[in-house]
């Protein structure tokens, strides 16, 4: 997600949301009906019909507490929900992911949801998904989907090169997958395309399987930077792989994850990281009789652990009808339902009983190679962090850019990070 100042998109929506609120006259029809806004950040047709198909069927099973669908978009989400929480118009529904909901959880603009939680709800997501929507003493979110990063990989290259091919218990090492790319390359075909247009986050996900954490919470509730030798591996890995092994392609730097499939799909990439959800988009473009496989990311000292921010849903502090969005969001999320949500985003569910269903397990299309993947999944390292959004535009995107294309050392990007982000950290915890 782009954070930064409010676009022309965001303001139009938060417009639309406006006059849907003063349609709504105050949350109510003139009959006493509830009405609740619920703003989706579906794209995929999949799940855009799978959320609005129940939001049809609560609306007709509860004719009392109605529910009107709004479209949203990642792509402003950020910048759309500040300007209608200060225009005091914000949908009382919320689709957000957990890493951006500091900000608005510390502002005062989400509802504290623990005394509104059924426990069929809090039992049912393990502990580990509460700890991303958790800020200070309060619950902000409650986490439904999340997104593990995988390896989607040519099948027949990578069985013809005679590589050892990696599973969820025994996942190459980085070392050992430096060398697997440098043996996939050939003359017009990389081992590897990284697609790091938004490098951040897969950065410091993926860093937790070798140790890295980056934020570090003191004993006084602030956090520091800190790049130590466990943040280094998988930024040093890549940063070899493209500017010394030649084995990542550099033009991909630049591109966002759909971008590589058309190299990928005419065999330019062995393999690309992605996020499990691309399997859909691999599914509907690939060319006929284009065979793939879904492989997990390398692991290091830390096991096959990466990070995650879940999409979530809130509350908006504001909302007149706390309880009954609660409710709405209870429904949404019984796990049956959290399945058939799971599979129109192509994603996994939070929920242990949700996870566990048989339609996720499957061989096809790699689901169950990421379901393997779903007890390795932790807390993305900044899900708390105040002022994650100013650090990751204007200090670490910029920075991790210039790594990974060689323009920098590793020196020099520590010393961005490190003493660029602390500054704009700072300003946030005084």
Not at 52 to 72: C, F, M, S, T
Not at 225 to 249: C, K, L, Y
Request: aromatic share 8%.
């Amino acid at each position: 997600m782009r954070r930064g100042l409010p676009t022309l998109a965001a303001v139009t929506t938060a417009l639309a949301l406006l006059l849907a609120g003063c349609s709504a006259e105050g949350g109510a029809d003139e009959d006493g009906t509830i009405r609740l806004s619920f703003q989706s950040l579906a794209w995929q047709k999949e799940s855009v019909d799978a959320n609005k198909q129940l939001v049809r069927e609560w609306n007709a099973a509860h004719p009392d507490i109605q529910v009107d669908y709004v479209q949203g978009s990642w792509d402003n989400v950020h910048d759309q929900l500040l300007t209608s929480f200060e225009g005091g118009e914000a949908p009382d529904i919320i689709h957000d992911a957990s890493d951006d909901l500091a900000d608005f959880a510390y502002g005062g603009y989400l509802a504290d949801l623990r005394p509104l939680l059924p426990d069929r709800l809090t039992g049912g997501i393990p502990e580990w998904s509460w700890a991303t929507t958790t800020f200070g003493e309060g619950v902000y979110g409650v986490p439904f989907l999340q997104e593990p990063k995988v390896l989607i990989a040519n099948t027949k290259i990578l069985e013809s090169s005679g590589v050892r091919i990696p599973s969820p218990g025994k996942p190459w090492s980085w070392p050992e997958f430096r060398q697997v790319t440098e043996r996939l390359t050939k003359e017009g075909r990389y081992g590897v395309a990284w697609p790091l247009k938004e490098p951040v986050s897969v950065t410091l996900n993926l860093a937790l399987s070798t140790g890295g954490q980056l934020f570090h919470r003191g004993a006084d509730g602030k956090v520091t930077i800190r790049f130590d030798e466990g943040d280094r591996v998988m930024p040093s890995t890549v940063r070899d792989q493209v500017n010394s092994d030649r084995s990542a392609a550099r033009s991909a730097l630049g591109m966002g994850g759909s971008d590589t499939l058309p190299g990928f799909f005419g065999g330019k990439y062995a393999m690309v990281p992605l996020g499990f959800s691309y399997r859909q988009q691999v599914v509907e473009q690939a060319p006929e009789g284009f065979e793939w496989t879904v492989l997990p990311t390398p692991a290091g000292s830390g096991g096959p652990a990466q990070g995650v921010s879940p999409q979530t849903l809130s509350v908006a502090e504001e909302s007149p009808h706390k309880k009954e969005a609660v409710r709405f969001i209870d429904f949404l999320l019984r796990p049956a339902n959290m399945v058939r949500l799971a599979r129109g985003d192509w994603m996994l569910p939070t929920g242990t009983e949700a996870l566990a269903d048989p339609a996720l397990r499957t061989e096809e299309n790699g689901w169950a190679a990421g379901t393997a993947l779903a007890r390795a999944l932790r807390p993305a390292p900044a899900q708390s962090v105040r002022g994650y959004p100013e650090w990751k535009d204007k200090v670490a995107t910029p920075a991790l850019q210039e790594y990974y294309s060689g323009a920098i050392d590793t020196e020099e990007l520590r010393k961005r990070l490190v003493d660029d982000g602390n500054r704009v950290l700072a300003r946030y915890q005084r």
